[in-house]
């Protein structure tokens, strides 16, 4: 009641309201900022990854691993696994008539759940791997596209380099589609197309691929699942889950 105090009391629960207010869209801001992180990451990875197990931790596919598994094409032991896929890598180059560029081909099969990429195709369509022949359509990144002038439907020479020095292979490739992840570490180098390619060039069997990319239902529940997938996977298999793989980027979320 007093003339004095009253403005003093209003302007400090106002200001306290505001307070709380910054509060909550700084902490809605950082949850979602993690979240959307978090899935982008895992988009290209998968939640946890079966591959070989040794030493090299190269990005591309240095020893192959069979696909003919117990728990492949469906992760019955474990209950969790929603999917499950195999992929393979190799790098490579573009080369067109005025630059180039080194890339990763990331090569998937039928098998491969677009949905996890669908949010990120900006123009185009994504690879039909699905046929009975070969695809040599894939999909690029906006950051590639741009750097080496390539629009939907051009044509984009590949050369992949073939041991002891020999001349590389080429492969003619076909923009199908440009994707934006707005993940620079990724959209800098990775190039998605045919696991066939890949087998050829390597000269791999059918069967053999460079490692499964499995999700989950519960993120939350990642390192209980990942112990089971490893549990459940031959010996000479590592189950790796996206925090092993990726350890600074979650390091970075964690003290979000």
């Keep these: 009641k007093n003339s004095v105090s009253a403005p003093i009391i209003k302007i400090a629960t106002a200001a306290i309201s505001i307070g709380i207010i910054v509060m909550l869209i700084a902490i809605a801001t950082g949850v979602g900022l993690q979240k959307k992180i978090k899935e982008k990451v895992s988009a290209f990875n998968g939640h946890i990854s079966v591959s070989l197990f040794d030493r090299n931790n190269s990005i591309t596919t240095v020893k192959p691993i069979s696909s003919i598994q117990d728990f492949y094409p469906d992760f019955t032991a ?35 759940d677009w949905k996890y990429l669908q949010g990120f195709l900006i123009e185009g369509k994504q690879p039909d791997v699905s046929q009975e022949e070969t695809s040599y359509d894939i999909l690029v990144s906006d950051d590639i596209a741009a750097r080496l002038q390539l629009k939907v439907g051009d044509q984009a020479p590949t050369y992949f380099m073939k041991a002891n020095g020999q001349e590389p292979i080429a492969r003619f490739f076909t923009v199908s589609g440009i994707y934006d992840s707005g993940l620079e570490e990724y959209d800098s180098k990775f190039i998605i197309g045919d696991i066939r390619n890949i087998q050829r060039i390597n000269k791999w069997e059918a069967d053999q691929i460079g490692k499964f990319e499995i999700f989950i239902d519960d993120f939350d529940q990642l390192n209980k699942v990942g112990r089971e997938i490893q549990r459940n996977t031959p010996s000479e298999l590592n189950a790796t889950t996206i925090e092993q793989e990726l350890p600074a980027i979650f390091q970075w979320l964690a003290l979000l």
Aim: hydrophobic share 40%; glycine share 14%; net charge negative.
């Design 78 to 112: 474990v209950p969790d696994v929603s999917h499950i896929q195999a992929v393979a890598t190799k790098g490579g180059m573009i080369r067109t008539a005025t630059d180039f560029e080194g890339i990763i081909l990331k090569g998937v099969g039928s098998d491969y």
